[in-house]
């Protein structure tokens, strides 16, 4: 026979919170530090009063605990960003920069796959391919940037195992924190050396591999820059997004739900008002990690819509070195003409730093004595 649960009444109710949040918690620590007793140690206790006796049980840290001095720093953390002023463009242009499936967190091993990568250096290359789109765009007249972020940026997500949203096991290079906060400085000096040329977009699109955690690091970019009067974000967990630039309709998804050729109807269909005010449209996918594109015509020598999966800068793993899934690695960008489409494509390639030894064999990276070769002392 079930037991009913005793109701408390609202002024019950106010004293218990009142209790939580003054004098339980304080009197505990304070009567463990005179007898001696770690905290950890209590797992229950009575607490006694003039209308009550309580008895609770101590399971630990509860979360709020844990994050009310967290969420205070956030809170006292407010940067006053002023906003930029930019001068009126003649012919202006949109720049696309996309890295894509970058894997944060992703650990290749040269002698094995043909490649190394790890966090370091995932970090690294998307550092160094930022630095050249930016240079190589330098001669256009840009007056907005739509950077996209998402796509795969970390390899997992779970905090128990390396393994993907879908529960794929993943070869891992140190912690998922590590990873994390990796991505999240990746991108925040990514952004910061956007802002001084133009006023940017942020696209967030979620993918297979860190559905949830990509969330949660798109948002955590969008706290970061929250008050910045320049920066506008999508970071909504919808799978499809959609933007205009000019007579530019342009979507971004990750490239892993709606087959591609269904894409450009649902483009018409989900986005029929941008659809019937643009010239040009184009769907960027990514997921796939090498290039590929599409054409859907709507009449001679018109582009109805141009559909293209994009590059990865990644290295590729065990398990597709295995498969023998090979293709160039890089960063890409696009240039968009305000009335004219894109005009321009901008590519950072990935300098492979496979090493092979005159006897055929991979060489081995060992870093007490450098490039050693298994077979032979070559």
């Known amino acids: 026979m079930s037991v009913p649960r005793i109701r408390l009444s609202e002024d019950e109710f106010e004293l218990i919170k009142q209790l939580r949040k003054k004098g339980v918690a304080t009197e505990l620590v304070n009567q463990c530090d005179e007898a001696g007793i770690p905290l950890s140690n209590v797992r229950h206790f009575w607490y006694k009063s003039d209308k009550f006796s309580i008895f609770s049980k101590n399971n630990g840290l509860q979360l709020e605990d844990v994050f009310e001095p967290i ?55 998307v550092d160094s391919g930022i630095n050249s789109l930016l240079q190589k765009a330098s001669g256009f007249p840009i007056n907005k940037i739509i950077f996209v972020i998402g796509n795969d940026c970390l390899h997992i997500d779970s905090s128990s195992s390396p393994v993907t949203t879908g529960g794929t096991s993943q ?3 140190g912690k998922w924190h590590d990873a994390f906060l990796a991505a999240k400085d990746m991108y925040i000096s990514a952004i910061e050396k956007c802002l001084p040329l133009s006023d940017v977009e942020i696209i967030f699109c979620p993918s297979n591999h860190d559905f949830m955690s990509g969330f949660m690091l798109a948002h955590t970019i969008k706290a970061y820059f929250r008050k910045s009067k320049n920066i506008t974000f999508d970071v909504s967990i919808a799978h499809r ?29 989900e986005r029929p008002e941008m659809w019937s005010n643009s010239v040009h449209r184009y769907i960027y996918l990514h997921h796939i990690h090498h290039k590929q594109t599409a ?22 793993d065990a398990w597709h070195a295995k498969k023998g899934y090979r ?39 060992n870093y007490t004595q450098g490039w050693i070769c298994e077979r032979c002392d070559g």
């Open 71 to 125: 969420i205070k720093d956030i809170q006292r953390y407010s940067p006053t960003i002023r906003k930029i002023k930019r001068n009126k463009i003649k012919n202006p242009h949109c720049l696309i920069l996309d890295p894509s499936d970058i894997h944060v967190g992703k650990l290749s091993v040269n002698h094995e796959s043909g490649e190394s990568y790890d966090v370091k250096k995932a970090v690294s290359i």
């Open 171 to 173: 070869d891992m290079d």
């Open 241 to 269: 997004k959609y933007t205009s630039y000019g007579k530019n309709l342009l979507s971004f998804s990750h490239g892993d739900g709606a087959k591609l050729a269904d894409t450009p109807l649902l483009m018409a269909t």
């Open 295 to 316: 054409k859907f015509m709507a009449g001679q020598d018109f582009i109805g819509v141009t559909a293209e999966y994009l590059r990865s800068p990644s290295a590729s």
């Open 327 to 365: 293709s160039p690695k890089a960063v890409e960008a696009f240039i968009h003409s305000y009335d004219n489409g894109q005009v321009a494509r901008l590519t950072h390639y990935v300098d492979s730093d496979q090493k092979v030894c005159k006897c055929g064999v991979l060489l081995y990276h």
